[in-house]
């Protein structure tokens, strides 16, 4: 079974990679990483094919680009998430919450292909603006959080424990 494992940058990487380990050899894994991030490819232990998106909504020195710019990445990012899937032909996509998995989420709820989404634990108080999106759109077949105090906020997911 084939499996696509959005990595993002920092703890989104480690989170999905930590994933990977406790899943095993059992699967074959492809990999998506947004187009600047030469770190997270780096990471990976368990091969896999790696492709490249742009990531729609970045931060710079600690600040997130605006809705505009973010609406104006979205449809080439959404393109390269439909050939993405093409490609990798994946049974499931699984990822922790950065922005690149919208498009990818997207893509894949119109193909019927199951999404499992992780909310990252790197936000412990506040929830993701990319798990909220997900959420409330219902893009992700099984929706999961890593603090149980996020229940509050999506009643839905089910609580499964840190991956960290």
């Given at each position: 079974m084939?499996?696509?494992?959005?990595?993002?940058?920092?703890?989104?990487?480690?989170?999905m990679?930590?994933?990977v380990?406790?899943l095993?050899?059992?699967y074959e894994y492809h990999?998506?990483?947004a187009?600047?991030d030469?770190v997270?490819a780096h990471?990976i232990?368990?091969?896999?094919?790696?492709?490249?998106?742009?990531q729609p909504r970045?931060?710079?020195?600690g600040?997130t680009e605006?809705?505009s710019?973010?609406?104006?990445?979205?449809p080439g990012?959404?393109?390269?998430?439909?050939?993405?899937?093409?490609?990798a032909q994946?049974a499931a996509?699984?990822?922790?919450?950065p922005?690149?998995q919208?498009?990818?989420a997207?893509?894949a709820?119109?193909?019927?292909?199951?999404?499992i989404?992780?909310?990252?634990?790197?936000?412990?108080e506040r929830v993701t603006?990319?798990?909220?999106?997900?959420?409330?759109?219902?893009?992700?077949d099984?929706?999961?959080?890593?603090w149980?105090?996020?229940?509050?906020?999506y009643?839905?997911a089910r609580h499964a424990g840190?991956l960290?």
């Open positions: 084939r499996l696509l494992i959005v990595l993002g940058a920092g703890g989104h990487t480690k989170q990679l930590r994933l380990d406790l095993g050899g059992d990999y998506v990483v187009d600047y030469e997270s990471k232990r368990r091969p896999g094919l790696v492709y490249r998106i742009v970045q931060k710079f020195k600040e605006s809705a710019a973010v609406l104006r990445k979205m990012a959404l393109k390269q998430a439909w050939e993405i899937l093409d490609e994946p996509v699984i990822g922790a919450g922005s690149l919208i498009p990818i997207l893509a709820k119109v193909r019927h292909i199951p999404v989404f992780v909310e990252t634990a790197s936000k412990v603006f990319t798990g909220r999106l997900i959420y409330r759109l219902r893009l992700a099984q929706f999961y959080v890593q149980e105090h996020h229940l509050q906020e009643p839905r840190r960290l």
